[in-house]
T-cell receptor, first 115, second 114 residues
Framework: GAGVSQSPRYKVAKRGQDVALRCDPI?????LFWYQQALGQGPEFLTY????????KSGLPSDRFFAERPEGSVSTLKIQRTQQEDSAVYLC?????????????FGPGTRLTVL | AQTVTQSQPEMSVQEAETVTLSCTYD???????LFWYKQPPSRQMILVIR??????QNATENRFSVNFQKAAKSFSLKISDSQLGDAAMYFC???????????FGKGTRLHILP
């Protein structure tokens, strides 16, 4: 596609539910990043893939958060047993190169609201 | 650890005027990059400009330029001839080779007054 797409754009979950957020990167982009953006804050790094390998997951806030990119293309961020503090916009970005300093192309984000 | 500080939560500028957004950073690394990203109300963030720390010359992209003061660890963004489409959140960000991840500041919301 022309850009990074994310689905769903909006998700409302009851506390305790599991959610799955999808990211379709730009075709051919090697690197894929997930960020969490709380209201009024800058994006915070969650995890990073190079092709199908998850090279850094140091930003995942707890073991309830899990990300995968099994075929080196589409990625899914899963949050188990959602909590109110998980409410945020989740941004996905992809880049052509192997390092984070390359230009990252961002998706529109998924706004997650946990009630 | 790297930190990025944007001390101006909001700014306003008259259309066609020039505005400067401030950013300071802290890193112990010698190999690092600095960025300004723009996030319009639609929320799709785009890269505005990038500066490699080893380059002394300030980066420019059309109406956007930076003032990179390495000793002061300052990286401000100047927008010339402001246009209505420049209204957005602007995030300063830093990357270092040690962490290989981008750290973002809290952002500055820029309003353009017609």
């Amino acid at each position: 596609g022309a850009g990074v797409s994310q689905s769903p754009r909006y998700k409302v979950a009851k506390r305790g539910q599991d959610v799955a957020l999808r990211c379709d990167p730009i075709s051919g982009h090697v690197s894929l990043f997930w960020y969490q953006q709380a209201l009024g804050q800058g994006p915070e790094f969650l995890t990073y893939f190079q092709n199908e390998a998850q090279l850094d997951k140091s930003g995942l806030p707890s073991d309830r958060f899990f990300a995968e990119r099994p075929e080196g293309s589409v990625s899914t961020l899963k949050i188990q047993r959602t909590q109110q503090e998980d409410s945020a916009v989740y941004l996905c970005a992809s880049s052509l190169g192997k390092s984070s300093y390359n230009e990252q192309f961002f998706g529109p984000g998924t706004r997650l609201t946990v009630l | 650890a790297q930190t990025v500080t944007q001390s101006q939560p909001e700014m306003s500028v008259q259309e066609a005027e020039t505005v400067t957004l401030s950013c300071t950073y802290d890193t112990s690394e010698s190999d690092y990059y600095l960025f300004w990203y723009k996030q319009p109300p639609s929320r799709q963030m785009i890269l505005v400009i990038r500066q490699e720390a080893y380059k002394q010359q300030n980066a420019t992209e059309n109406r956007f330029s930076v003032n990179f003061q390495k000793a002061a660890k300052s990286f401000s963004l100047k927008i010339s001839d402001s246009q209505l489409g420049d209204a957005a959140m602007y995030f300063c960000a830093a990357w270092s080779g040690r962490d290989d991840k981008i750290i973002f500041g809290k952002g500055t919301r820029l309003h353009i007054l017609p």
